[in-house]
């Protein structure tokens, strides 16, 4: 598969405090840093490569993908990055390839609502129509693009002149969760998704009033958690329920366990895929969620095994953080927020 590059000057920044911060972010993604000297670092992603370097006229960036798509991903994440310490620099900042300002970016396209069916789980299926040529195996996350309620010509993010991706703000920001993609059809353009429900939900309370045809951002796909080595070691809520069941799927000679935390009696309900070599079981959670809790206990006793945790944002930080404490593989685990409490104020 041939290579997409674009390269870019940062014109008077200083490589070495860029190569500090870059490494930093590396080593906090738990991603692999393939050179890091006075010369050059290049740090490995699922989305391809980043290489910066010190230039006659400040610093050198190259981003290196085999995908158009993720070429983006990769320019939006090195950008934020510069942005977040040199602003006006990231601002003034000109790729090679030419950005297609004002353009949707590669990496997100507009879809539309087929139908939405109920499911006697607590979930809802939801089918939407359009492009879906990115999605593999491995890429089968994506985040979905929900523009405001009421709004009838919603805006949608476009490439800025500096190659980012430019989100609408203030009213008429779109609300971004995040989903497993459960079923694509590439011959039909379909992509399904299982939504789980909770009063109040942005994305629930959309599914249960959005019209067929209504149009929805999708952005992605990524990957990460699905291709894996077993035996697994897994904790997953229901919001990761739908992405467990493309594990088993994905994975057919897998062998290990799978612990499920169901917060509600509909949700016990889900159907996974039969699995010979995986064992499921179903916790039913009462007052506050122990899945995090269970998770850095069970690392204690098997710290082998393929680490995959899904969950609240909070519990996922304390076992990520019990998993480097134990020693174990980048590699060799997966963990993920899926969602976060909401801020009391």
Known sequence: MPEHRSTAILEGMAFAPLRQITAAEARAHDLVIARDDAAGIIVRTAYGRIALGPDSGGCRAEVISERPDFLQTLKDSLLAQIGAVAPDLAQALRWSDGAATGALPANARIMSLQKVTQMDCGFCRVTLAGDVSGFTDAAIHFRLGLPPAGRPAPNWPYVGQNGATVWPKGEDALHLPVYTARHVDPSAGHLAFDLFQHRGGRATDWAATAVKGASVLVTGPGGGGCDIEGPI?????????????????????????????????????????????????????????????????????????????????????????????????????????????????
């Open 233 to 345: 070691l897994g904790f997953a809520d229901e919001t990761a329920f739908p992405a467990i069941a493309r594990v088993l799927e994905a994975n057919p000679v897998l062998t290990g366990e799978i612990h499920l935390y169901a917060a509600t009696e509909a949700s016990v309900r889900y159907v996974f895929p039969a699995h010979p070599g995986v064992t499921l079981t179903l916790h039913r959670q009462a007052g506050a969620p122990r899945m995090g809790a269970d998770a850095c206990e069970a690392l204690r006793r098997d710290g082998d095994a393929y680490l995959w945790f899904a969950g609240e944002r909070g519990q996922a930080d304390k076992v990520r953080k019990a998993w480097k404490q134990a020693g174990g593989c980048a590699k060799r685990s997966y963990v993920s927020a899926y969602w976060r409490h909401a801020e009391r104020g």
